[in-house]
């Protein structure tokens, strides 16, 4: 009995396994095949200025405009930030993936409270950093 028992939780465990019980690699392809599907103008992007430089929001929420994402609120981040970062509320990791790439940007990562107080609702964040300073010049 005990033998049928192990034998009913090894075959029972590499199904659930096989069929996509796992929450491994399958679900990253899945957000980024929806990802995929989503059209930059469906992603809201908030743009902060991580730097004291002015005006370097607004230089990169102009190019969020240009590679056709929807623009959210451009704005300062209370924080300063040394390398440019794109952020994301939970859910929204592959869109902030296809932003950060599209714009170049290295550091993808979950939203902080206070930057996404400051999104007003934008699922993804680009937070520009010291190291994009220039961009404003």
Do not use: C, W
Request: aromatic residues 6%; glycine residues 16%.
């Amino acid at each position: 009995v005990a033998l049928f028992l192990v034998l009913v939780v090894l075959v029972g465990g590499g199904a659930y396994l096989l069929f996509g019980g796992s929450d491994g690699g399958g679900g990253e392809d899945g957000s980024k095949q929806a990802a995929a599907k989503v059209k930059p103008a469906e992603i809201e992007v908030a743009v902060l200025n991580g730097t004291a430089v002015p005006g370097l929001a607004a230089v990169f929420g102009d190019k969020v405009e240009a590679k056709g994402f929807g623009l959210g609120p451009v704005t300062n981040s209370s924080s300063s930030f040394a390398s440019s970062v794109v952020m994301f509320e939970r859910g929204h990791k592959a869109e902030a993936r296809k932003v950060a790439k599209q714009l170049g940007i290295a550091t993808v990562q979950l939203m902080s409270g206070e930057i996404e107080s400051v999104s007003a609702g934008a699922p993804v964040a680009v937070v520009v950093g010291e190291d994009n300073a220039e961009a404003a010049e």
